[in-house]
């Protein structure tokens, strides 16, 4: 059974920083590109950013310079460091590991971004 969960959310104030994880279990880790997406509420969700089995990175438009991927292949892990936080990045988290034909998602994680 797979699965991918994702923690490290909360609120945190503008300026401040977050480190999401999200594990994920029942697959082989490293072959699986994984990617951070998120969706705020009346919106589409977005790329955030994604990291591939080979470790390339890319990111979405609102995470560059500010946002870094990484991921812990020993630990089934992939990270994302979230600095410089804004209200508008104020969404539910997810993380997604896909691979041709097969693609999981985890349940998110909210990130609140306020004062």
């Known amino acids: 059974q797979v699965q991918v969960v994702e923690s490290g959310g909360g609120l945190v104030q503008p300026g401040g920083s977050l480190r999401l994880s999200c594990a994920a279990s029942?697959?082989?880790?490293?072959?699986?590109?994984m990617g951070w997406y998120r969706q705020a509420p009346g919106k589409q969700r977005e790329l955030v950013a994604r990291?591939?089995?080979?470790?390339?990175?890319n990111y979405g438009d609102s995470a560059k310079g500010r946002f870094s991927i990484s991921r812990d292949n020993a630990k089934n892990t992939v990270y994302l460091q979230m600095n410089s936080l804004k209200p508008e990045d104020t969404a539910v988290y997810y993380c997604n590991a896909y691979r041709i034909n097969q693609d999981y998602w985890g349940q998110g994680t909210q990130v609140t971004v306020s004062s």
């Open positions: 029942g697959i082989i880790f490293s072959t699986f590109n």
């Open positions: 990291v591939t089995s080979s470790g390339m990175t």
